[in-house]
């Protein structure tokens, strides 16, 4: 793929006794979503705080946009927009004024008004910090880690917190940031979040990568086998040995992929042939939800 925006090579850092980052390595191209998914204490805060230049390394090399991020230089700091939550911003400014006044700060700015409509706040524009709803201040935070324009941005847990039809919004909002060429550093629990909106995803569980690819494909996904689940009423026939009864009374078989279209078949011909429905008939590929709790052993957002 294109330029290499970030650049992680063995990296490592203990805390004392600690290894926290046990010698990982990835690269982020230049426009795409990469996202870091893991359990609580995987590591991902302690490597998203390397490459931001907040934490020191232990060991590697890393590179953000072509600088040591440790050295903290500001043409670094200039191209990188970091969110932060809602910290100091002056509750009386409005919208506009407190995106323009961060805007100063910057020797290249994008314009206020495309700002503001990138992460939808268009309506809200003349409104005082202090009267913008919770999902609203995170979207200014967002405008403001936009207001310098930068190339690579960094959104940790975007979405943490918010109702379902924010996040959806906050999501276009990611989408809209693609669009106007940014790349995107993404941590994220939510497995839909990052399904939605990666690229590229990297599993992290006890200070190592276990697994690096698209959401579609991680982990063989695409190789793994379907589920079909399906409900009889009381009193119908047997269905076969392939098939298991679940404790919900629901029935459920597993299929290799490649085989899903002729089960399907085969199932609801037999289902057919004896004047049975096939109550929430359900085929599901497995999620990447699936894919990480195999990967990393442990429960969705713990
Ligand atoms: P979460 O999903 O909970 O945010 P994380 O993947 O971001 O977790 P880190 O915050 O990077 O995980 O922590 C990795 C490990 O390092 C944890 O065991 C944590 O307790 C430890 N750790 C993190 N920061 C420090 C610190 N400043 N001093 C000592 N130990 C730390």
Do not use: C
């Not at 206020?112 to 935070?141: C, F, H, M, P, Y």
């Amino acid at each position: 793929m294109g330029e290499r925006v970030v650049e992680v090579r063995d990296l490592r850092k203990s805390y004392g006794e600690l290894e926290a980052v046990r010698g990982i390595s990835f690269n982020v191209d230049r426009g795409e979503v990469f996202a870091m998914l893991g359990p609580n204490g995987a590591g991902k805060t302690t490597t998203t705080e390397i490459l931001e230049g907040y934490r020191t390394r232990g060991a590697g090399d890393v590179r953000v946009l072509g600088h040591d991020p440790a050295k903290r230089e500001r043409a670094l700091k200039e191209r990188v927009g970091i969110v932060l939550q809602s910290t100091g911003i002056d509750p009386f400014l409005t919208v506009t004024e407190t995106i323009e006044m961060y805007a100063g700060y910057y020797p290249s700015r994008r314009p206020t008004e495309e700002v503001i409509e990138v992460v939808g706040l268009t309506e809200k524009r003349a409104t005082r910090v202090n009267k913008l709803s919770g999902g609203q201040q995170r979207r200014l935070d967002v405008a403001i880690a936009l207001a310098g324009d930068p190339e690579l941005l960094f959104l940790d847990e975007p979405t943490t917190g918010f109702d379902p039809g924010a996040r959806r919004n906050a999501w276009e909002v990611v989408k809209n940031l693609i669009a106007i060429g940014k790349t995107v550093f993404l941590t994220t629990h939510f497995m839909d979040e990052a399904q939605y909106l990666a690229d590229r995803v990297v599993v992290i569980a006890d200070g190592l990568i276990v697994a690096e690819g698209p959401p579609a494909s991680i982990a063989g996904r695409e190789q793994m086998r379907t589920r079909i689940r399906f409900r009889l009423h009381d009193g119908a026939p047997d269905p076969g040995d392939r098939v298991h009864r679940l404790a919900d009374g629901t029935h459920e078989l597993q299929v290799e992929a490649g085989e899903t279209t002729k089960t399907v078949h085969d199932l609801t011909g037999w289902a057919l042939d004896h004047g049975l429905e096939l109550e929430a008939l359900e085929i599901t590929l497995p999620t990447l939800e699936d894919v990480y709790l195999q990967l990393t052993g442990s429960e969705v957002g713990t």
